[in-house]
């Protein structure tokens, strides 16, 4: 399979550990997005990396949201001290800079649930 | 910040009936997105639009781009059951941070 892939598919954890997702995009693309989605919404932007640089994190949601992408590959995303309110769908994608189409490729994603 | 609204928020129709969903965005667009996600999955690249007016067709969906690059609309023809799903628009201002809309649930009853 050679689309996104995200590991793992589901989290259950209680409220204040700290978990961990990680991203596998597509070999070739070079930018990579994460977004989080809740029933009944749209993604929201969380941050995304262009190659091994992250260029926009202001929209993460709090200081306790974390992301890297240490060789320009897969990526990961840490939230520490996880609250009820985390609970919610994270979302990878990956795009070709300058692709004919600049169409994101989205994972399956990671489902968390906090308790 | 860059605010982008679409309605409705659910659509039944009857099989064979057409659909269409908007979308709106606060601000000057640079180019807009559709994806489709399916109850369960992940969203699915549809098409984008860049230019003015722009106007594209995918057999039985019609997608279009305001002339001030504000709005943009969905339009599926003869609506399946394949077609069940909620479609999203994402729209990029002058930065690479897309703004999905709220998405329109089609519901289509056989």
């Known amino acids: 399979d050679t689309g996104v892939s995200q590991d793992p598919r589901h989290k259950i954890t209680k409220r204040g550990q700290n978990v961990t997702f990680r991203c596998d995009p597509i070999?070739?693309?070079?930018?990579l997005y994460w977004y989080r989605q809740t029933l009944g919404q749209g993604p929201e932007f969380l941050t995304y990396f262009q190659n091994e640089a992250q260029l926009e994190k202001s929209r993460l949601l709090s200081d306790r949201f974390s992301a890297e992408r240490p060789k320009g590959s897969f990526s990961t995303l840490e939230i520490q001290r996880t609250e009820q309110g985390d609970s919610a769908m994270y979302l990878c994608?990956?795009?070709?800079?300058?692709?004919?189409?600049?169409?994101?490729?989205f994972g399956p994603g990671t489902r968390l649930t906090v308790l | 910040g860059q605010q982008v609204m679409q309605i409705p928020q659910y659509q039944h129709v009857q099989e064979g009936e057409d659909f269409t969903t908007y979308c709106n965005s606060s601000?000057?667009?640079?180019?807009i997105q559709w994806y489709k996600q399916r109850p369960g999955g992940h969203p699915v690249f549809l098409i984008q639009l860049v230019k003015s007016g722009e106007v594209k067709k995918q057999k039985r969906l019609t997608f279009q781009f305001g002339e001030a690059k504000k709005n943009s609309s969905l339009h599926i023809t003869a609506t399946q059951t394949t077609d069940v799903g909620t479609y999203f628009c994402?729209?990029?201002?002058?930065?690479?941070?897309?703004?999905f809309g709220r998405g329109t649930s089609l519901i289509v009853h056989p």
């Open positions: 601000t000057t667009l640079s180019n």
């Open positions: 994608a990956s795009s070709l800079v300058n692709g004919p189409y600049n169409e994101q490729f």
């Open positions: 994402a729209g990029q201002g002058g930065s690479y941070i897309p703004t």
């Open positions: 070999s070739e693309h070079n930018r």
